[in-house]
């Protein structure tokens, strides 16, 4: 009897414990996943921060250092045609326009200082995951009964059905519930971030009918979850060796192609930061950048070649970046460059006539006196080939060689991608791993770096991509048909193999970072081709184009989501890290390390 008095007074305190404990589960299940989201959303906003501060640091102070050395390069040749004393150039000079780099620092490092701050703020990445998450949690139970109803009535006869039946019923309501309630926070939580007032709206709208301003508030979307296999199809051997990495691949390519395509012709189709940080990238003189559409579209300018209808701002354009870069300012004169070789042989044979009367009147005259690309490298020095010099085109790299021009794009291409990819690759590591980094720094370091090269070389081939085909287009396919107008090989060739053929450099790096890759310009490309079927929908912010945004990130989110419960083992890259989200507390990890997932 006294024992079993001792176990009823016992009882109660063991049953509060038990409540006490699943009240802690319940609130770890709604806090972990929202606490969870809101680390991953702020690293998610970070991240793109700290690289666009060290992009504008590093592309700067690049212009700056060249600038310092093509003023010191012609400071030495001016005192050297004068005769004047100058000291021999030492190997420290070289370090005298990379120091005031070190004193700019600071600059940089307010700039990253204050990207971690704005992050923190209500407008930021981190609350909306936070509340996509925990409102993903909460709505879950609520959806739950009706969806669990739905599955139940289709069960002809719950009495007489199968366990099996029964089982997979409540999976896949249980699968349909978070599926839902995923999608209707996420949605939500994206209202709230795009959510303006009036005012804030019209000025949005103002900078986009003038054609030009501050960048638009838009939100990147797309379809968070990309299958790890593909089927083969019914293509042969093509259907048979295209498996998920060359298709990752191969929509990078397609996504490219398509922003590079607009960034040479329809700028207005993608968000204005991200033309200039591609021009940045390119280090294509926007006067040259203004040349080309014009030729393709004529406008905002006339620019044709021997064309009577040409203003003095035609003429000036590229006459203005000829005599920058030393050269006549005919050279950029479309009015006087021939259009075919057969302009350019009577040029040139008009030329040679009119240097041989003057020999013969005792005048001392080059050969080609008077012709308009007269020393100009190559073909078109030679008088066999039509439109602008490649003095002109290469703005100032590589002189009149193709080749050479794209070597040194490489070259400066890669040196500038590593000052970039260097962080991007060993901030991860440092920020999800610093035990690990700790433990074998050197080699940890030394991945650290082969990484980053890697990257730099797909970065680096990705710009020489771009600008060979257009040298190709302009300097070797001519040849074979001299009779076509040069204006048809300006107008839209070239830049047409450009924008394809840099895509193809993602194949440069690991296949599992190709997937990632293509998520990141494929939301772009999407607003590129939104913007060209209707132009203005996604820019000035129509409202159905905000709820179709909406629509499209909740379901995205909400398939993530779904997966990273149920079958993590689906999710690859960086959508690896809703397993680690959306994982119940005590459930084990699948063991997919989303940083090196394959």
């Keep these: 009897m006294t024992v079993a008095k001792r176990a009823a007074r016992a009882a109660p305190p063991a049953s509060q414990a038990r409540n006490a404990t699943i009240a802690r589960q319940q609130l770890e299940s709604l806090l972990m996943p929202a606490g969870k989201a809101y680390l991953l959303g702020y690293v998610m906003d970070i991240l793109p921060a700290i690289l666009k501060a060290l992009i504008k640091f590093v592309t700067t102070e690049l212009k700056r250092i060249r600038a310092d050395e093509k003023r010191l390069l012609e400071e030495r040749r001016y ?14 000079d070289g370090l005298k326009s990379v120091l005031p780099s070190f004193y ?43 969806i669990a109803k739905y599955y139940a009535l289709k069960l002809a006869n719950p009495a007489t059905s199968s366990e099996a039946q029964t089982v997979n019923a409540l999976r896949q309501a249980r699968i349909a519930a978070t599926f839902v309630a995923s999608s209707l926070s996420s949605a939500l939580a994206m209202m709230m971030l795009q959510h303006q007032s009036d005012a804030a709206l019209q000025a949005k709208k103002a900078p ?62 993608l968000p204005p930061t991200y033309v200039k940080w591609i021009t940045n990238l390119a280090t294509m003189d926007e006067r ?9 579209s004529g406008k905002p300018l006339h620019w044709a070649y021997q064309s009577k209808e040409m203003t003095p701002e035609g003429v000036h354009l590229l006459g203005s970046l000829a005599e920058e870069l030393g050269h006549p300012y005919q050279w950029g004169d479309p009015t006087r460059l021939p259009n075919t070789a057969v302009e350019a042989r009577e040029m040139a044979e008009q030329a040679r006539a009119e240097a041989a009367a003057k020999r013969a009147a005792g005048q001392e005259v080059a050969e080609l006196d008077g012709f308009v ?83 730099a070389a797909f970065l680096a081939t990705f710009i020489v991509g771009n600008w060979f085909p257009i040298c190709l287009a302009r300097s070797v396919v001519p040849r074979w048909l001299p009779g076509v107008p040069f204006t048809f090989w300006d107008a839209g060739i070239g830049q047409a193999l450009g924008s394809i053929a840099c895509g193809f450099s993602i194949f ?5 970072k190709r997937a990632e890759m293509a998520l990141y310009v494929a939301p772009r490309a999407l607003f590129a ?70």
């Excluded at 498996?243 to 960034?263: D, H, K, P, R, Y």
């Excluded at 070597?407 to 690990?436: E, Q």
């Excluded at 989501?561 to 990890?589: C, F, K, N």
């Design 79 to 92: 005192a050297k045609e004068s005769g004047q004393p100058h000291a021999k150039p030492r190997v420290l």
């Design 104 to 146: 700019r620092l600071p600059t940089l490092l307010r700039a990253i200082a204050n990207a971690l701050v704005v992050a923190l703020g209500t407008n930021g990445m981190a609350i909306s995951c936070f509340l996509a998450m925990a409102g993903w949690r909460i709505s879950e139970s609520l959806v739950w009964w009706p």
């Design 208 to 269: 986009a009918q003038g054609g030009a301003g501050a960048p638009l508030l838009t939100i990147d979307t797309t379809p968070g979850w990309i299958p790890k296999s593909i089927r083969p199809s019914n293509l042969g051997f093509l259907g048979r060796r295209l498996n998920a990495n060359n298709t990752e691949g191969l929509v990078f390519v397609v996504c490219c192609a398509q922003i590079m395509w607009s960034w040479f012709y329809h700028p207005e189709r």
């Design 288 to 296: 040259l950048l203004l040349a080309l559409r014009c030729i393709r």
């Design 373 to 455: 690309l007269n020393g100009a490298a190559g073909p078109r020095g030679r008088g066999e080939m039509g439109g602008m010099p490649c003095e002109l085109v290469h703005c100032g790299t590589g002189g009149a060689n193709c080749y050479k021009n794209a070597l040194y794009r490489w070259l400066r291409g890669w040196r500038m991608s590593m000052a970039i990819y260097v962080p991007v690759h060993l901030l991860p590591r440092l920020l999800f791993n610093p035990r690990g980094f700790a433990s074998a720094p050197l080699a940890n370091m030394l991945k650290t770096l082969m990484g980053a090269a890697r990257s």
């Design 508 to 512: 440069i790096e690991e296949k599992r």
């Design 529 to 598: 081709t939104a913007e060209s079927a209707k132009p203005g929908w996604l820019s000035q912010g129509h409202r159905s184009a905000l709820w179709a945004e909406r629509m499209t990130f909740g379901t995205a989110v909400g398939v993530v989501v779904a997966a990273a419960r149920y079958r993590p083992e689906l999710l690859r890259g960086i959508t690896a890290a809703m397993g680690w989200v959306a994982r119940p507390p005590g459930r084990p990890s699948s063991g997919r390390n989303y940083a090196r997932s394959q």
